[in-house]
């Protein structure tokens, strides 16, 4: 049981290039997430998604886009890469219900704009 | 819209004492969630501790305990027997209880060193 696996665990952009976060569950979760952690500002989310073909932004939701084709994956896409995405990016997921009130969270994707 | 304040970017502990992080939070509902995850050096997130806020009894974790105070809205967690493996930032968290909510507030976090 992997749990919430993120990859790539670092990754350096071009302004202007793009990329794909991509976020795969293995506990048949409905429910997943994804954050951004800037330094001092805690974690903000960006878009979630409730289940398979439903997803709805978060706090920051611009210059993002996600996808939610299967229960499993969950692929955050950043297009036109700025400095201002300079980030550490968590997707997160949890059963639905309150009987079982916990994030799981990945191991975070580090991404430098330069 | 609710909103989590956490006052102390920082605080430091002697190893084997006691420190209390302080959470503040903001919201017209009755009926939440409150939690602490724990962020060591690894990035790896972790669950502490969780708070119903319909159950008047504070949450207790081994070492960890809360201090809820749902009228003040306050929302602290002691660390007793402070272990230099507790040296992590430290989030705060909301989440409502509302049927078709589904979004995790956090403040942003409490740095906690632990000195040997």
């Known amino acids: 049981n992997a749990g919430v696996t993120q990859t790539p665990k670092f990754r350096i952009l071009k302004i202007g290039q793009s990329m794909t976060l991509q976020c795969t569950q293995d506990?048949?979760?409905?429910?997943m997430y994804w954050y951004r952690q800037d330094p001092g500002m805690g974690l903000k989310l960006i878009y979630y998604?409730?289940?398979?073909?439903?997803?709805d932004k978060g706090e920051v939701p611009n210059g993002y886009n996600v996808s939610r084709s299967t229960t499993e994956d969950f692929p955050l896409r950043l297009e036109l890469a700025a400095p201002s995405q300079t980030s550490v990016y968590f997707c997160?997921?949890?059963?639905?219900?309150?009987?079982?009130?916990?994030?799981?969270f990945g191991s975070g994707t580090q991404l430098s704009v330069l | 819209a609710q909103t989590v304040t956490q006052s102390q970017p920082e605080m430091s502990v002697q190893e084997a004492e006691t420190v209390t992080l302080s959470c503040t939070y903001d919201?017209?509902?009755?009926?939440?969630?409150l939690f602490w995850y724990k962020q060591p050096p690894s990035r790896q997130m972790i669950l502490v501790i969780r708070?119903?806020?319909?159950?008047?009894q504070n949450a207790t974790e081994n070492r960890f305990s809360v201090n809820f105070q749902k009228a003040a809205k306050s929302f602290s967690l002691k660390i007793s027997d402070s272990q230099l493996g507790d040296a992590a930032m430290y989030f705060c968290?909301?989440?409502?209880?509302?049927?078709?909510?589904?979004?995790?507030?956090f403040g942003t976090g409490t740095r906690l060193k632990v000195l040997a």
């Open positions: 997160a997921s949890r059963f639905p219900g309150t009987g079982v009130e916990k994030l799981f």
């Open positions: 506990m048949n979760h409905n429910y």
């Open positions: 998604s409730v289940g398979a073909g439903i997803t």
């Open positions: 919201t017209s509902e009755s009926d939440y969630y």
């Open positions: 708070q119903e806020a319909y159950k008047q």
């Open positions: 968290a909301y989440r409502s209880a509302n049927s078709g909510t589904y979004k995790y507030i």
